[in-house]
């Protein structure tokens, strides 16, 4: 690694071009396999089996195995070799797999190595295959992506708006203006939703303005996940800029993990990230995608607990997140006059699921029963009923609980 790159700033290289692989490549394999991208299902930090140990990201396509990604731009090679035989040292889990058959796929985004040099660390299991830096942009070059890449702050940054403009064009094609409007919009539904609500609204001009969400909406699902004991976390931390590595990495996993399972995401609030699943408009699926989301979350805040706990002395009692989900009306309205930038939301469905969510343990979801039978009976099979929950202001609640 260079003198230069600390390891903060590689970190944070690591998030920006996670999020590239993920929301890019999902598009590239879509039409390799002439599917949709929605048909693709993507997520970040997913738990493989052995004790801490996460892929960067995992790629489901219909009818293939699972693809697990890593990216290690800026590491040397011994230790991308450590990193390798922490985690892909043993047969993935069958969660890790989801039910898919098949050899899965390990695909490692680092420079100065190759399958040969990576074998010994990886289980035999696994299809490997190596991808540089530059081979890995030279492929996202038909999205605007530069094919070079620097690290530093500089470089970075330009990175990130290349990475940007290049999912506002393949949301909104050519009416693409990085105007107030398309931007929160990507922000908030992901250019892979925004691509299909434009489309279901005519694509011209003003489909953007039609899908922007204003009213009352009804029997949306919330989805509210937050980190556990961290105000304890935070005490015993000595270096403040650990804490906002770990917050970061949690804002930008958890955002990904509400786009990529088609939600919305409504805001974060300190450790708290609300998701918010059938706005503008309601999905048959909508409950299960939502539960989906919320499992993404376990691994997720098991992964930034698990980063948070190897950079500071103290041990923590408690590791990972707890999700609150409940499902009711929920009414957005504009946070500025004749703005098109700024939403809130007030709503039944968020006040319950932040009583669900007081209720859940560690690596927990706690449901409403309005929640669990929306769900599949799959899903359903996996939940048992609580205890009442004395809920402030709502009385005693009938619930339903989801261990990790």
């Known amino acids: 690694m260079p003198a230069a790159v600390s390891e903060t700033f590689l970190r944070e290289c690591h998030l920006l071009l996670e999020e590239a692989g993920t929301d890019l490549l999902r598009f590239r394999v879509a039409q390799e396999l002439g599917v949709s991208p929605e048909q693709m299902i993507t997520r970040q930090e997913v738990a493989l089996g052995p004790p801490g140990a996460f892929a960067d990201l995992r790629v489901l396509a219909p009818g293939r195995p699972p693809q697990f990604i890593e990216v290690k731009v800026g590491y040397e090679p011994d230790r991308v070799v450590r990193h390798l035989a922490r985690k892909y040292h043993v047969p993935p889990s069958s969660s890790a797999l989801a039910g898919h058959a098949g050899r899965p796929g390990l695909l490692v985004i680092a420079d100065g190595v190759d399958a040969a040099s990576l074998r010994p660390a990886v289980h035999e299991g696994y299809d490997l295959e190596t991808r540089s830096t530059a081979e890995f942009l030279g492929q996202m070059q038909e999205h605007g992506i530069p094919p070079t890449l620097t690290l530093d702050a500089e470089g970075?940054?330009?990175?990130?708006?290349?990475?940007?403009?290049?999912?506002?064009?393949?949301?909104?094609?050519?009416?693409?203006?990085?105007?107030?409007?398309?931007?929160?919009?990507?922000?908030?539904?992901?250019?892979?939703?925004?691509?299909?609500?434009?489309?279901?609204?005519?694509?011209?001009?003003?489909?953007?303005?039609?899908?922007?969400?204003?009213?009352?909406?009804?029997?949306?699902?919330?989805?509210?996940?937050?980190?556990?004991?961290?105000?304890?976390?935070?005490?015993?931390?000595?270096?403040?800029?650990?804490?906002?590595?770990?917050?970061?990495?949690?804002?930008?996993?958890?955002?990904?993990?509400?786009?990529?399972?088609?939600?919305m995401l409504l805001q974060f609030v300190g450790d708290e990230v609300i998701g918010l699943f059938g706005l503008p408009e309601r999905q048959d699926d909508d409950a299960d995608r939502a539960l989906e989301c919320a499992r993404a979350m376990l691994d997720i805040g098991a992964s930034v607990s698990e980063h948070w706990q190897r950079n500071i002395d103290q041990v923590q009692a408690a590791?990972?997140?707890?999700?609150?989900?409940?499902?009711?009306?929920?009414?957005?309205?504009?946070?500025?006059?004749?703005?098109?930038?700024?939403?809130?939301?007030?709503?039944?469905?968020?006040?319950?699921?932040?009583?669900?969510?007081?209720?859940?343990?560690?690596?927990?979801?706690?449901?409403?029963?309005?929640?669990?039978?929306?769900?599949?009976?799959?899903?359903?099979?996996?939940?048992?009923?609580?205890?009442?929950?004395?809920?402030?202001?709502l009385g005693r609640i009938h619930a339903w609980r989801l261990r990790g």
């Not at 693409?176 to 609204?201: E, I, K, N, T, Y």
């Not at 005490?235 to 993990?257: C, P």
């Not at 006059?337 to 859940?360: E, H, K, T």
Request: net charge neutral; with cysteine; aromatic share 8%.
């Open 156 to 263: 970075m940054r330009a990175f990130r708006a290349a990475i940007d403009h290049a999912k506002g064009r393949l949301a909104f094609g050519d009416a693409w203006r990085d105007d107030d409007l398309q931007q929160a919009l990507v922000w908030h539904f992901g250019h892979v939703r925004v691509r299909r609500l434009l489309a279901a609204h005519g694509g011209d001009s003003a489909a953007a303005e039609s899908i922007w969400p204003r009213g009352t909406f009804r029997s949306v699902t919330a989805v509210l996940a937050d980190l556990c004991s961290f105000s304890s976390y935070v005490r015993d931390t000595r270096d403040d800029q650990i804490v906002r590595d770990a917050l970061t990495s949690f804002y930008a996993k958890a955002r990904a993990a509400i786009l990529n399972c088609g939600g």
């Open 319 to 393: 590791r990972g997140v707890h999700v609150g989900i409940a499902v009711g009306d929920v009414h957005v309205l504009d946070l500025q006059p004749f703005s098109r930038a700024r939403l809130g939301a007030v709503s039944d469905a968020i006040n319950l699921g932040a009583r669900m969510l007081a209720a859940a343990q560690p690596s927990e979801i706690v449901a409403s029963t309005s929640f669990f039978r929306g769900l599949s009976n799959g899903s359903q099979e996996h939940f048992e009923p609580t205890e009442p929950i004395e809920a402030k202001n």
